[in-house]
């Protein structure tokens, strides 16, 4: 499940989607889930949180994508699963690739023409892609041990 997950961001992201888009539609689809918001709810966080070199769309579309299965629907809910997987999901992507922030992966501004030029001379989608894959796969395995851990 998690290379098919993983690939299928891929894809979403190479239609026409976002890096966050692709991580959350990819995600719910590996989880069964269905909803008119999704990936809706994500365009926004593209582009490191809609071009401002924040955090990078990939990990915040897994992030929403954890919280699929281990969130909250009541305020009396306990917070650790979710927050103890968000924490290993960021701790396991900045090792993999040096950092969470967008601005610092792909090294421009897009909030500039001058960065998004930039950034489509260097094929730095190619770069994004990657990281996307990486964030679906990384969110797929954790909540892997999430599900396995509730059947057992």
Do not use: W
Request: charged share 15%; net charge negative; hydrophobic share 35%.
């Amino acid at each position: 499940m998690n290379e098919k997950a993983s690939q299928r961001s891929v894809e979403l992201f190479q239609s026409g989607f976002f890096c966050a888009e692709s991580v959350l539609q990819a995600l719910a689809e590996s989880q069964g889930i269905q909803s008119d918001l999704i990936p809706r709810i994500a365009t926004g966080f593209c582009s490191g949180i809609s071009r401002t070199g924040g955090i990078c769309g990939a990990v915040s579309g897994a992030i929403m994508g954890i919280n699929l299965v281990a969130g909250r629907n009541s305020p009396t809910d306990s917070i650790e699963v979710s927050y103890t997987l968000t924490q290993e999901l960021i701790s396991r992507f900045e090792m993999q690739y040096g950092s969470i922030n967008c601005r610092q992966l792909i090294g421009c501004d897009l909030a500039t023409d001058e960065g998004q030029r930039y950034f489509m001379e260097n094929q730095l989608m190619d770069q994004c892609l990657k990281y996307a894959e990486g964030a679906t796969s990384i969110a797929v395995s954790l909540v892997s041990e999430v599900n396995n851990s509730k059947t057992t």
